[in-house]
């Protein structure tokens, strides 16, 4: 169980286009899903926390209107990167956890997606 | 606020040694800790987990107690394989506080000569 896919895994764009990446529970309801981005050699850096049916928080110094962010549904949450730029090229991971019991505060994460801006 | 200090890496083993990666926070409440690991090109998995203190998780040999007192929670295998390669995050979860958000430490980048 707890089962988290993304799609697509690996994005290759032109300059100016945009970039929708999906994150997916698989096989539970996703309360809550996070996203990040990680540089490589680096920690992760928490972007934005998506709640189903609400606004997604985001982190300071990170662009609502850059990086949009939609949790249509329980098990779906969706990531646009708009108008990319060569500096958005990075490895974008989400999260989710349940909220349900001993899965309350533990987050099972996405194989990630690899984003490259030509 | 919140933090993870992991020890540095990158940490060079032969297989069968024994394995310490150690990790430290700060927390204002009461977290619950973990231990994630990241393959080459992947997300991330969990390891293992503690939700409260002396509690001690343990997954694929691995294990780490969630040391109160000390504010740490070392992760360690008694003999480590080559496959176990890879960079190893510990990270800590307040929900009274965060929200349920993830503090990572920096990551220890583990490899496993053969």
């Known amino acids: 169980g707890a089962v988290v896919s993304q799609h697509p895994s690996r994005v290759i764009c032109k300059s100016g286009t945009s970039v929708k990446i999906e994150c997916r529970s698989l096989d539970f309801q996703a309360t809550t899903m996070f996203w990040y981005r990680q540089f490589p050699k680096q920690s992760l850096m928490l972007m934005a926390t998506s709640n189903e049916g609400s606004k997604a928080t985001y982190e300071q110094g990170v662009e609502k209107d850059k990086f949009l962010i939609n949790h249509a549904s329980l098990t779906l949450s969706t990531l646009t990167v708009t108008s990319a730029h060569p500096e958005d090229s990075s490895f974008y991971i989400c999260s989710a956890n349940s909220g349900q019991e001993e899965w309350e505060e533990t987050q099972y994460f996405g194989p990630g997606t690899r984003l490259l801006v030509l | 606020g919140n933090s993870v200090t992991q020890m540095e890496g990158p940490v060079t083993l032969s297989e069968e040694a024994f394995l310490t990666i150690n990790c430290t926070y700060t927390a204002t409440g009461y977290p619950s800790l973990f231990w994630y690991v990241q393959y080459p090109g992947e997300g991330l998995q969990l390891l293992l987990k503690a939700t409260k203190a002396d509690d001690k998780g343990s997954n694929k040999g691995f294990e780490a107690t969630y040391r109160k007192e000390t504010t740490s929670f070392h992760l360690e295998k008694g003999s480590v394989q080559v496959s176990d390669s890879a960079v190893y995050f510990c990270?800590?979860?307040?929900?009274?506080?965060?929200?349920?958000?993830?503090?990572f430490g920096q990551g220890t980048e583990l490899s496993v000569k053969p």
């Open positions: 990270a800590l979860s307040d929900r009274g506080n965060q929200g349920g958000k993830l503090i």
